[in-house]
């Protein structure tokens, strides 16, 4: 029969030792769901911005097209539409708005916005310390020409 001795005896009691395990089981996974939590965070708010973005597009194009604000206004910048129902997610000093005009009355108005990330980790992460949004929109431009975007 062999017996332990010496070096093997220690490495035998360490490998049956359970002090610590819940330590050493915390410091393991706490990093990967710190991760986890911090990249769901982040894309929630991508993604919130962007749908943000795209129905604020959505009611500036209806201006386009009616001459009408949502409130019942006849006149208002564009990217003041776009971020007045963000609840303050977008700010309009952000919003960028261009239109290409098309020969049949009809243009197509991109609206973009840069958000910066939630947490600076995803920015170190990405090499970039925003991230662009862009919606583009064809709309029939019948707005009075006071109105119309510049």
Sequence with gaps: ???????GGAWSRLWRARRGVAALETAIILPVMIVFLVGFMETGWQLLTAMVLQNGAEDAARFVETGRTASGGKCASLPDLV???????????LVRVSAEPRPDSTAFYTFSYTQAYFTPWMSMLVGQASMRHSVRVLIHDTAPEACAPA
């Design 1 to 7: 029969m062999k017996t332990h001795t010496g070096q």
């Design 83 to 93: 971020a007045a129902d963000s609840g303050g997610i977008l700010r309009a000093a």
